[in-house]
């Protein structure tokens, strides 16, 4: 897999192909790291280009993305993006700072803690490395199994009431 950053116009998927040889190594899957306002306006034009000629994903570069378009909009672009995937079946990575506290430090933020639940929507999550990276795994992994229970991606589950 490459991956591929600050990806914004199909024409970038064909000059990975040309660098990438003649035939453009159809066997290698692309992840294209959205991280520029242009990636998410032409995302269905890039989705569009790579369909049939690899495995194609998509990464949202949340830090790079917020410091592009600015931290009031990331959450609504977020959700954009997750959406137009979700409608073209292209997997989804939920990248940057999700845990960062708890990887780094081994206690998590309650910001983080609900960050990391909405990664429940992608197909994947990244976590960075930092001395707890295995805390951070197990409690990632409890948490998106939990959120599972409520929601599949962006569709509400709707499961019995259990607070206690």
Known sequence: MVGYSFVSRPDDLDLLDQELGAGGNPGLGVVAKIERPEAVKNLPALIARAVGRRDFAVMIA?????????????????????WICEAAG??????TQVLENLVKTGVPSRGEMT?????????????????????GVSTLDTLLARMDEHMFKKTPELRALKSW
Do not use: H, T
């Not at 830090?63 to 997750?82: K, T």
């Open 115 to 135: 960050d990391a639940a909405m990664g429940a929507r992608a197909e994947c999550v990244m976590l960075n490395k930092g001395e707890a990276v295995g805390e």
């Open 62 to 82: 949340r830090g790079d993305l917020a410091a592009e378009i600015g931290f009031e909009r990331l959450a609504e672009m977020q959700e954009e993006i997750l």
């Open 90 to 95: 292209v997997p989804v990575i939920w990248a």
